[in-house]
């Protein structure tokens, strides 16, 4: 069968403007939460990735219209004629986010069937506190044969404490608590940027949800939610990956349209490593050199700490620094498989889970590699980029699931990438 793969001549160095896309993470909670409205939700800086694409099927499905406007990053989404269907088609298991269909579905209906949604394998994902959730708001929850059934024959608001602060289940039960009667207080709640992002398209269409960014979050039911008009904030995982890709291959390259307070924990730490770079209201500059980078220790932790997704690039870059980094993954305990890819490469990595020890530095080598994961993908990219002679880089689809035009923003940079088909 033939595979796409993604091709890099290493050794080019960067020069020039990247512009981020509009977050991954927010944008597929976004299009579910836009079904909770009785009324055309349009939504912009919609990142051209396939997990638009599964959900845009999944909203078709279900009867909802989805025009994407001439300018490929507005998306409006008109659930006016929706039917709720059982979601047990094959796209539900394309992406972790199908998920958020349970809420929403859950929210507006009373009722959801769904099979199990798919996504990067980390080691185990569970839903048990969406699930939790949603029977503490008066749901029953139901698993046979592979498939969630969900019902209520009303929601009532109620309190709810997270044993961890997830992010999706926090917004799962903020969707599904709009229309419940009466106040949701959700305790422990998470407080990335994506979730105060839901909850701004969810008041804009008339919900009220107050404390959101802090860990106690508040939802009034109310009666009617209307369409509205939201842009999403900037992909800070997309962000940081540019970031630490100019560290590690750039001339000098500017990041553009960013937050710089949602990557407060990776530009400290990249100063601690001794990368030089420059913040702005909403860009970075970096100049990128593999000199002279120091070794530093990292544990991953819920926002504001240091995200789970930016440790796998950053690997990458710490293979360079001289001496041992350790990075601690306390969110995700088993996601190291680039690890392994980037050992096929020269690096000199041991991974003791729940921790890996990257030994630096060492010389990285084009080889064959296999983006195991989004954020391995991430991580092989840059890797490739510094490595002497050509990676090919397999099974890109994990890649083009959550990178907006990859490929033609790093070409645009002076990168020597391409795809090939073999
Ligand atoms: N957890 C449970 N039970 C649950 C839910 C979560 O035990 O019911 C645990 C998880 O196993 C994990 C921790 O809680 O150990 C945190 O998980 P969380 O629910 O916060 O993660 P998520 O919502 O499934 C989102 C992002 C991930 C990102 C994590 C952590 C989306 C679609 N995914 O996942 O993004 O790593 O938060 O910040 O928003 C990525 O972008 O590559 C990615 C994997």
Redesign the pocket.
């Known amino acids: 069968m033939m595979e796409d793969v993604i091709k890099i001549e290493g050794g080019y160095k960067l020069h020039g403007t990247v512009r981020i896309s509009g977050s ?2 927010a944008t ?2 976004l299009i579910p939460a836009a079904i909770l409205a009785q009324g055309p939700v349009t939504i912009c800086g919609v990142p051209n990735i396939s997990d638009v694409q599964s959900l845009s099927v999944l909203l078709r499905d279900l009867g909802v219209t989805v025009v994407k406007k001439d300018d490929n990053e507005t998306l409006m989404i008109d659930p006016t004629n929706m039917v709720n269907r059982p979601m047990v088609q094959d796209a539900v298991s394309k992406l ?2 199908s998920y958020y269909f349970m809420g929403a579905l859950l929210g507006k209906y009373g009722h959801v069937e769904m099979k199990m949604p798919g ?2 394998f ?1 080691g ?7 699930l939790k959730g949603f029977e503490a708001l008066g749901a029953t929850v139901e698993y046979k044969y592979g498939t969630y059934y969900i019902h209520a024959d009303e929601l009532i608001g109620s309190k709810i404490f997270l044993d ?6 926090t917004i799962n039960i903020m969707m599904a608590a709009v229309y419940a009667k009466g106040r949701t207080t959700i305790e422990n709640a ?1 407080k ?1 940027p ?1 979730i105060i992002d839901v909850a701004t398209l969810l008041n804009k269409m008339g919900a009220q949800i107050r404390g959101v960014g802090t860990n106690v979050i508040t939802i009034d039911g109310v009666e009617s939610l209307c369409g509205c008009f939201h842009e999403i904030i900037p992909d800070r ?1 997309e962000a940081a990956t540019y970031i630490v890709l100019a560290a590690a291959a750039a001339e000098e390259v500017v990041v553009e349209n960013i937050i710089p307070q949602h990557l407060e924990s990776l530009l400290s730490k990249l100063q601690e490593i001794g990368v030089d770079l420059d913040v702005d209201i909403d860009k970075v500059t970096i100049r990128g050199s593999l000199e002279k980078l120091k070794p530093v220790d990292i544990k991953t932790l ?1 926002y504001p700490g240091f ?3 930016i440790q796998q690039p950053l690997t990458a870059l710490l293979t360079q620094a001289d001496g041992q980094s350790i990075i601690t993954e306390t ?2 305990t088993e996601r190291f498989k680039h690890c392994q890819e980037l050992s096929k490469m020269g690096a000199n990595i041991n991974v003791m889970i729940p921790s890996s020890m990257i030994n630096g530095p060492t010389p990285l080598y084009g080889s064959e590699v296999t983006a195991t ?3 391995c993908g991430a991580c092989l990219v840059i890797a490739g980029l510094i490595a002497e002679g050509i990676t090919t880089i397999h099974e890109i689809y994990h890649i083009d699931r ?1 990178y907006d035009n990859l490929d033609k923003k790093l070409t645009a940079l002076g990168a020597n990438i391409w795809r090939e088909q073999i």
Request: proline share 8%; glycine share 8%; aromatic share 2%.
């Open positions: 991954k993470n597929v909670a972790r986010a996504g990067c980390l185990p994902r569970p839903i048990d506190l969406h961890i602060s997830s992010v999706g289940a998470a990335e994506e995982i819920p995200a789970t997704d969110i995700y994961d989004l954020r959550g």
